[in-house]
Structure formats: structure tokens, C-alpha cells
């Protein structure tokens, strides 16, 4: 039976000839900061797990919170079509986050430093293409097909905003007023749970971390005959609540990618490698000499990154079939959207022109710019590609969410076709790595944008909001958002980065210095004890020491290696102090297929035993991407994760079981787990632990001495922190925060026999 695609009559919640305050300067204001601070924390979450939450309910949420609170001390109350402004302007960050954390770090990897100006316009240019370039499908998408495309998201972030709305809203809807209402003390029950959450996220967290409190990674090495097999976990609340959120059966498959990776590869390569005389490429030193990290860096990430480019493409080839009928259906809306216009409130968009005059004028921007290295044929590619997956990006959040996005698998297929056109053309070298780069890179940000801006839309198609003042939102909301996530990326960089001796990893090497015409400096904690410039050296072999950036003295004797604190090897400083380093899994993925396409610097083999990791969970029934994202990533990483996903599983398991949630199917008992209080506590942990673990981060830089006091205090003093049980009494907090966890995602009966959320 064919579709009904017939455009379906939809009542919106506010009628389209109703005034309400709409995109007031403090709706524009609030989403612009929320964005901010929701694209900061997921900047922070990509490049720990390479992964990003939905931000567009918790946002809802605190506007509504904080636009409450403002009345309370004189404010004026704000009206639904403000709460979705601010929602729709706060959406932007955590998508741009996403698009920058999975791409721009691969800068640091190919062996280019991170330069402002050039992660900042990747950015801005890719968040504003990808919003113009959805705004004229908004018609087909979001009105036409209403009934067929029904943004999960986008329509639970709606009813959020409907049960908070005020009475001006309720009278401007045409609905009762009452005084109290259920809707209202619910929208209050909400509030409280998310900020309780954030508190305790970052209370947690600073005090795990800043204090020194407790160990943050427990674990425990094998020894014969699991020899170099080990176990750990990052007891932090931030994994805690996005395993909660993506739920038991995506995190319980990342956490057995890294349970193969630990528990098999590693001992297996340790077996069978303990007593080779010879170094086995591309190993720098005997496997009987390292331990577990080392194998996994040298060998164990080149099988993981295998796994993940097959996982995406395979994902990317599953959904084809639904990419072809989002493409057709784009374009021939495309047309038909131009063409419409409207005076009702509801049915206004930014005019065509001014989307095509925006759209050119980026791409012009594009080529020209100096950072980008770009050219004619890239520019070319980031309006083909980009346009498509754009459309696609948006087709999908429609039918299956924001959150089961294929976007890394597009940028991976860009990246991919990009490359090969330019080993057609002859275009290698280190030259045309930042080129192929910033096409992947715009592209991904403007395919997670696109989704972004679609879901925003339905959400504001619901409520009634002008789909035009929603736009302007977005794109303010993107542009500021990009403008501090270059800097902040930068900075988590320099606070994990560690500036070795030369003499430690590459002895007696020296370079004629006087071909040297770029300076640099220490920067971050390690800058207080040494003031001096020097000149930077990209060594590119592995001859006489690691390939990587050093900084040179005048007489060309090398000073230091600079081992960057995005997926860099080095955790521990000169003076012993221990660094976090960021994995930033899917950026690692985007530099091997830039290298191995264009250089064929791969070590192709263990890249294969990946692909067929993944190949073989395809052919068993098991979706390959998500165990493959947790054969790269380090277990201490994914089995928090997993934790989080078994307290979903315990908690839905239990509150099915309840009368009004027995009669419910499948489909509605998911819908009913996702606008849980357990997911507002876990939205809530991942703001708060994220936020800490950026500021921390960012002011290690500063109180140096604060945290080295601490760390000694803590060494000598605390038996949670150091000592013969200490990886056992660290564990005592985190279960505090995950029975909370489990406490308040449960559901209670109430004194009338109705079942309500626990609060």
C-alpha cells in the first residue's frame, strides 16, 4: 500500500493569528548563552567518547526554569513562542560541536597545529550552510509531510514547552486556566529534576577531580595467563548519564567493542608477540617492553579505526534507500517551496533570495580564505556534498532522530570521495591534507546543522511559532557558538598537552635550525618553568625519533617534542604529574583515511582486521557501528556507559511493570522511557560533569600550584585517592550518584492509585 503523503491539516498550538511576545532581545539573549554552554560541554563529551546528546529538551527546560525565575523578582512571564526561540537558538551549539569535535582535532594528528582562525571558520561557515540550505525544504519536510516524518525530538521538545506554558499562552491557545494546574507543577517538577542534576554532576566532579577526592579511573591489570588484559572505568557522572540516555542495548554493544579490544587483542598480541627479538612494525619497540597502552596505541587503534570507517559506511549503505527518497523528495519540494508565499505568522520563511545570496557568498568565502588551503574544486565539493547531505541529514531526523544520525558516516563518505578525486589529480602531500579536511569538515557541520535546524522547526511547527524568527534564532545561535568553540577547543587542547624532553624520546637528533622560520611556546601548566621561544620543526619519518612537531633551539639542538593533548601518547609531565588525554575516536578516523588515501601511510593490514570485525557483526544480525566505536575508544571510556545503560534497563524494567505503562506497546514504552525523569537527571549530569571538566581543564592552566598541593595532600593522605584500596573505596561515591540515578528514574503509585514519576 502507497503512502499518504497527502499534506495533513495540523492545528498548530498557537494559532497563526495570535500575538504573542516572540523573538524578544532575552529569548535571543538566553539561547545564545545556553548554546554556548551546551556546545562547550559536548565539544567536551566528542572528544572524550565521540558522541554528542540531543540539547534540545535540557535547554527547553532551563529557559522555562530561569524564565521563571525572573518573574518571581519582578520579571514578565514568557510566553511559549519565547521559550521556543530560546530553545531553538540554544539547539546550535551542541550540533556544531559535534561537526568540529569529529573533524578539526584530525589537524593535531596529521601533524598542523590548531589554528584559530581556521577552526573558527570552519565553524561558522559550515553552521550557516547547513541552516540556509534547509530552510527551503522546511515546507516539504515539516508541513507537507507532518504525518510521515514525525522528528522524535522535535515533538517531545513541543510538549515540553506545551505543559510549561503560561496563562498568557493557554488563554492565546484557547485553553482553561487553571490555577496550579498538573501541566504546571509537572513543568516545576522537571525543572528542579535537570538542575539538581547539573549540580550534582559538577559538584561531583570538581570535587573528583580539583580536590583530588577519589581516584577518577579504577582498574586492574591481568597478569598470566590474561597477561597486559585489564579493566578499568571513568566514574564520571558525564558517561554515567549518556549511557542512561542512549540506553541499554547501544551501550552495552560499545562496551563489548572495548571488552574484545582489553580482554582479547591486547593479551592476544602480548601472547604471541612476548617473544619476538625483533620490533614488529608498526611498533616502535618490542612488544615484550610494553604494556597494555602501548599495545593499544600501537597496534589495537589501527584495528579499531578499520571497524569504524567500515561500521559507518556500511550504516551509510543501509540507509540508502532512505537517502535516495530524501534526496528526490527535497528536490522536488525545492521548487514547489520557492514558489509558495504566505501571510499567515506560521507559514513565513527568510525570502529564497536571501538564502541563495547567503549560501554563494559562503562558498565565496570558502575558496578564498587563506586558513582553509582551499581551491576551486573544494569549494565545488563542499556545494555538492554539502547540499546532499544536508537534505539527507534533515530526512532522517525526521524518521529516526537526531540521536540515530548517520552524520560521521556522511562526513566519512566525503572524505573518502574527496580524497580519491585528489589522488586522481595528482594533489598529495601534507598541502592538501587541511584542504581535503576542511571539506569533510564543513560538510559534516553542515549536515549535523541541517538535522538540527529541521528538528528546531517541527518542535516550532507544534506550538505555532514563525518558522522565519526561528531561522534568524538558529543562525545567531550557530554564529555565536562557533566563535568561543574554536577557542575553547583550543585551550582543552593546551592543558593536555605535554611538552617532552627531546632527549627522552629522541636522543643526540638534531636539524639545521636555520631552515626554520616559525616560532613557538610553552603554553598551559608547563609554560611557568620555561619562558623561552623556539623554532618548530613537523618532523614527518619516524628516523631518530617519533614523527610529531618540536620545538628547536637557536643551535639545533632539539628541546622539546610537543605531544598535543588531543590524541596524544604522552600522559605523564617531566615532573611526574598525570595529564587526561582526549581520544577524539572519529577525528583519528578522518586523518587515517586522509593519510592512508593520499600517502598510503597505513598499515593497511591491521586496518583490514578491523574492516572484518566489522564485516563479520554485519553478517551476524548486529549493527557494527557502535561496537566498533568501542573497539577504538579505551574501555575505562565505554564501561561507565554501559553502566549508565543498565540503570536504564533496571529502571524501565521495573516501570513497565506498572499498570498504566503494561498497556502501552513497544514503541510507546521507549517514547515513554525517553521523557523520564531518569533522562532529565542524566541531561543534567552530563551538562554539570562536562561543564566541570572543562573549567577544570581550563584553569589547570592557572592554579598550577593548587593542584599540585592538592595532588600531594591527596598522594600521602587519602586513601580514596592513592594506596592499597583505593581503586575499591572510589567506587563508594559513584554508587551514591547512580542509585540517585536509579531513584529518581523510578516511578511511584500515587495516593489516588495513579501512577506518577518519582520526583
Known sequence: MAKDVTPSVMKPYIPADATLPEMTFRALFMGVILGMVFGASSLYLVLKVGLTVSASIPVAVIAITLFGLAKKVGGKDSSILENSITQTAGSAGESLAFGLGVTMPAILILGFDLEISRVMLVGILGGLLGILMMIPMRRTMIVDQHKELKFPEGTACAEVLKAAATEESRIAAGESIEKDSVAALDAKRRAKIIFGGFAVGLLYKVFNISFKGWKDTPGVEFGAPLKAGSIG?????????????????????????????????????????????????????????????????????????????????????????????????????????AKVTSTLRTDQDIPLKWVIIGCLSIIAVITFATPLHMNFLGALLILVFGFLFATVSSRLTGEIGSSSNPISGMAVATLLFTCLIFLIMGWTGGRYYVTALSVGAIVCIAASNAGTTSQDLKTGYLVGATPRLQQYAILAGALSSALILGPILLKLNDASTVYVPAAQVAPGLTVDASTLTVTGELHGPQADTDHNTYKVWQKTDT??????????????????????????????????????????????????????????????????????????????????????????????????????????????????????NARLNDEERQLAGDRSSGVLLASGYIAGGALAGIII???????????QMMADWAEHGNPFYAGLHSDALSLLPYAVIIVLLYVVAREKKSASGADSPQA
Request: without cysteine; charged residues 15%; positive net charge.
Open 543 to 660: 628516523v631518530g625519533g617519533p614523527a610529531g612537531k618540536y620545538f628547536v633551539k637557536d643551535d639545533g639542538q632539539l628541546a622539546y617534542l610537543v605531544d598535543p593533548g588531543i590524541n596524544g601518547h604522552y600522559s605523564k609531565r617531566p615532573d611526574g604529574s598525570e595529564v587526561k588525554k582526549y581520544d577524539a575516536p572519529k577525528a583519528v578516523l578522518m586523518s587515517y583515511i586522509i593519510k592512508g588515501i593520499l600517502d598510503q601511510q597505513l598499515p593497511w593490514t591491521l586496518v583490514l582486521f578491523g574492516v572484518m570485525i566489522a564485516v563479520v557483526l554485519e553478517m551476524a544480525g548486529i549493527a557494527s557501528l557502535a561496537f566498533s566505536v568501542g573497539v577504538y575508544l579505551p574501555l575505562s571510556s565505554t564501561l561507565p556507559i554501559f553502566v549508565g545503560g543498565l540503570v536504564r534497563w533496571l529502571a524501565d524494567r521495573r516501570n513497565n511493570k506498572l499498570e498504566h
Open 233 to 337: 572505568a571513568e566514574i564520571s557522572p558525564e558517561l554515567l548519564g549518556v549511557g542512561y540516555i542512549i540506553g541499554p542495548r547501544i551501550a552495552a554493544t560499545m562496551a563489548a567493542g572495548g571488552v574484545l579490544s582489553y580482554l582479547m587483542l591486547i593479551p592476544m598480541i602480548k601472547f604471541f608477540g612476548d617473544s619476538l627479538t625483533t620490533v614488529l612494525a608498526p611498533g616502535t619497540k618490542l612488544i615484550s617492553e610494553m604494556g597494555a597502552d602501548d599495545i593499544r596505541s600501537a597496534y589495537v587503534l589501527y584495528i579499531g579505526a578499520g571497524a569504524v570507517a567500515a561500521g559507518g559506511l556500511i550504516s551509510l549503505a543501509r540507509a540508502m534507500p532512505m537517502i535516495w527518497r530524501s534526496l528526490s523528495a527535497g528536490l522536488k519540494g525545492l521548487g514547489k517551496g
Open 697 to 707: 581543564a581550563i584553569t589547570a592552566g592557572v592554579l598550577t600550584h593548587f593542584d
